[in-house]
């Protein structure tokens, strides 16, 4: 995800550097990029449009107008996403019906998940010597929890940079990717490129079933009751995987 990549370049370097004001000023305004030139964009960091042209490629973007138009598909997918809370509703009556929608969800997930592919992605897993694991967005978050999870298992996991760039691949190591909607792969042609000419096995954990996302080894689809409840559902499959993989540990 852009911001991601925004967020990695604003803790490397120094607030006084060009590529820093750049960063900052894109984060801020990343709903309004779009409507901006980049001569608009390098007088608010007070630069040269020359300058401009080097950062966006230092965030992997081959012109300003291809960088521009991730600035309006990250917008799209930000607007698309649902709130969970009515404001229509008091606290105690949102908490109510968010508890009985969980409820629901963990029900439809239990009832309708592939239980053969789930057991073949936890039989992957305890087979392989490394794991690695790439997630955009909220979904790093999840990475960091399975990461610390498998250390007290021995587990050695690597989190892969949102670049995808400098990761190490070979024989005994599992790649899995989470992507709650399958919507990296719309904003991020070229980690699809990459992806495909990996070497290793892959796993896909998403909620979305278009079929058109084709280029993994293989897919646990998380069943979907309701696209607005699919961040909890991917949540409630990490930890199924995490206490199936403790469970078998032993076996091995």
Known sequence: MLVDKINEFLNKYAPTSSMYVFCAYIKSNIHII????????????????????????????????????????????????????????????????????????????????NNSLLNKLVNDILQSNVIYLYAQGDNRILCNYIQTKFSSLFIPVVICDIDFENTYFSQGKLLIVISTNGTIFRLDKKLISKIKKLN?????????????????????????????????????????????????????
Request: with cysteine; hydrophobic share 35%.
């Open 200 to 252: 290793i096995k892959t796993w896909l954990i998403t909620c979305n079933d278009d079929i058109s996302i084709n280029f993994f080894d293989e897919k646990l689809i998380v069943p979907s009751l309701e696209n607005k409840y699919n961040e909890y559902s991917i949540k409630y499959i990490i930890d199924i995987i995490l206490a199936s993989v403790h469970l078998m540990r032993g076996k091995y």
């Open 34 to 113: 779009n409507h901006l030139t980049i001569e608009d964009v390098a007088k608010k960091c007070y630069t040269s449009k020359g300058q401009i042209s080097k950062c966006v490629k230092n965030l992997g973007y081959n012109s300003y107008l291809e960088f521009r138009d991730a600035c309006l598909d990250y917008s799209k997918q930000i607007n698309e996403k649902t709130t969970i809370f009515s404001k229509e509703n008091d606290l105690p009556h949102n908490i109510k019906l968010f508890s009985t929608n969980i409820i629901k969800m963990i029900d439809y997930i239990s009832t309708n998940l």
